[in-house]
């Protein structure tokens, strides 16, 4: 018998989590049985259950490969000189991560589904900690931004960049939360709305009146 490729089976894993993926944000996460997978991806259950023993390690496996996605494109970013800034910089990726992410499934659709594993975490405790790794993950590769931004006289340094990172990740989670409740959240409007946020300056003594 010939011996399989780690190629092959590479492929294989993409192909099977791909097609979870737009099951789960097709349908929700609840709604989708694993034959809905195996009809989704063309494959047998043997083929399947060799790689993910059920829906758990699928949603898993997606929130997983979601974190890292990102937390290499801010990676990437913090080593420009200088980095961009934050509107541009979270634009980019939101970009990345509801456009590109699973060719064919509409945007309104993947965030939900993102929202669906977000939920899931108050009961699982293994994807909790999947969720949780990621979640302090980006707060360290923000935290470097932040760095890298006071490196190149960027930022002032009055505020901890802990409470940046936190911040920065908020706004991107809101930003999912909006586009799956209604579905008519583009990514240059979260940059406009930043940029009009950094544009700001406090108002100096003596100045009305």
Known sequence: MARVSQ????ARRRQIIDGAARCFARNGFHATSMQDVLAEVGLSAGAVYRYFRGKDELIAA??????????VAFEEASRVTPPPTPDVLLGAVLR?????????ADRQAFARLIVQVWSETMRDEKLFRTLSE??????????ELVEAY??????????PADHLAR?????????????AL????????????????????????????
């Open 96 to 104: 990345i991560f509801l456009e590109e992410r699973i060719p064919g």
């Open 134 to 143: 990621g979640y302090n993950g980006m707060r360290e590769v923000w935290a």
């Open 7 to 10: 190629e092959h089976l590479d």
């Open 182 to 209: 209604f579905g008519d959240v583009e990514a240059p409007i979260l940059e406009d709305g930043l940029r009009a946020l950094m544009s700001m300056t406090p108002e100096q003594p003596g100045r009305r009146g």
């Open 150 to 159: 006071r490196a190149n006289g960027l930022m002032h340094a009055d505020v």
């Open 62 to 71: 997606i929130a997983d490969e979601a974190f890292s996605g990102i937390r």
């Open 167 to 179: 911040t920065m990740i908020a706004i991107a989670q809101g930003f999912i939360a909006q586009q």
